[in-house]
């Protein structure tokens, strides 16, 4: 079973949240990924890693992260048997909805840059909080600081 | 026989997707633009709901026995998701997602957005109209490039 996290933001919060599920969070803040805005517009899955318990993990963004769990459920519904059936975690840990916001706004033309070192920086600042998820998630534990599936 | 799904796809699942995949699964002309009440009767054309969003809708089947379906993502770019969860399952050759995104217009745009957002169709159905009829030719082209030989033939 392959893991695709889906979040708001790919290159912010999804990332983290996977990095922590690897146990390499290390890695984001050096990763090319992080804050890479050409990444987030083409909203195509990030491959982050092989885990500890065979698991390929993914990552992706997507404003409606449900309707990405809806569309993936089609799809293995209309495929039949899936041999590497994907499992789509939709992530929304509290306090980080600002990430959002800021990534929309380093869309911009000309003062994108500047929201996108923002919203690195407020990434960083939770980034225990989007890393615990990810570790969470891997240990099949709810915490208090645990994503939550999104309504 | 090896048949595929071929899903049309766009932001609302409700015009530019529709048309298409009713045409390639030979419910519309293709040689010439059919009236405008036609297209307006099809099943799903600016019918759908915000529940619909990310439903996979079958509208037939092709002449090579594929099936034809459409889908409303809420995103105006979503090939790159589509293609990713089919590629990370090894579903590649299942499936073949077409995005008519690129061929909706302004008249679409504005007029799906009446309909279908603030439910005001009276207000949306004339932009609709003139929008879906000026987008139907570049359509049938992208039908005919999405489909297989068979098809083609058909088309031609």
């Given at each position: 079973m392959n893991l695709l996290f889906v979040a708001r933001t790919g290159v912010f919060e999804a990332l983290s949240v996977g990095l922590g599920y690897l146990d390499q969070e290390e890695q984001l803040e050096s990763?090319?990924?992080?804050?890479?805005m050409q990444t987030e517009k083409t909203g195509e899955l990030i491959y982050l890693g092989k885990a500890q318990d065979g698991n390929e993990v993914y990552c992706v963004g997507n404003k409606y992260p449900d309707i990405v769990v809806r569309i993936n459920e089609e799809i293995k519904s209309l495929a039949g048997q899936v041999d590497s059936p994907l499992k789509l975690m939709p992530v929304s840990v509290p306090g980080t909805e600002s990430i959002y916001t800021l990534s929309r706004l380093a869309?911009?033309?000309?003062v994108g840059n500047y929201f996108t070192r923002l919203a690195k920086s407020s990434t960083l600042h939770h980034k225990d909080e989007l890393v615990s998820s990810g570790r969470n998630f891997r240990a099949g534990v709810t915490g208090k600081a645990a994503a939550k599936p999104l309504k | 026989m090896i048949t595929i799904k071929v899903i049309y796809f766009d932001y609302?699942?409700?015009h530019s997707s529709v048309v298409a995949a009713h045409i390639h699964a030979g419910k519309?002309?293709?040689s010439e633009t059919p009236p405008i009440e036609k297209i307006i009767n099809l099943p799903y054309f600016d019918k759908?709901?915000?529940?619909?969003?990310g439903k996979i809708r079958r509208v037939g089947t092709d002449t090579d026995g594929n099936d034809i379906h459409v889908l409303g993502t809420k995103n105006g770019n979503s090939g790159g998701l589509l293609s990713g969860l089919v590629d990370a399952q090894n579903l590649t050759d299942k499936f073949r997602f077409v995005d008519t995104m690129p061929y909706v217009n302004t008249w679409l745009r504005i007029g799906g957005w009446l309909s279908r957002g603030p439910s005001l169709p009276a207000l949306g159905r004339p932009l609709i109209r003139i929008g879906i009829l000026q987008a139907y030719p570049k359509l049938v082209t992208l039908v005919r490039e999405a489909g297989k030989t068979s098809l083609m033939e058909v088309l031609q």
């Open positions: 990763s090319s990924v992080f804050g890479d869309m911009l033309p000309l | 609302g699942g409700s519309l002309e293709s759908t709901t915000k529940n619909d969003f």
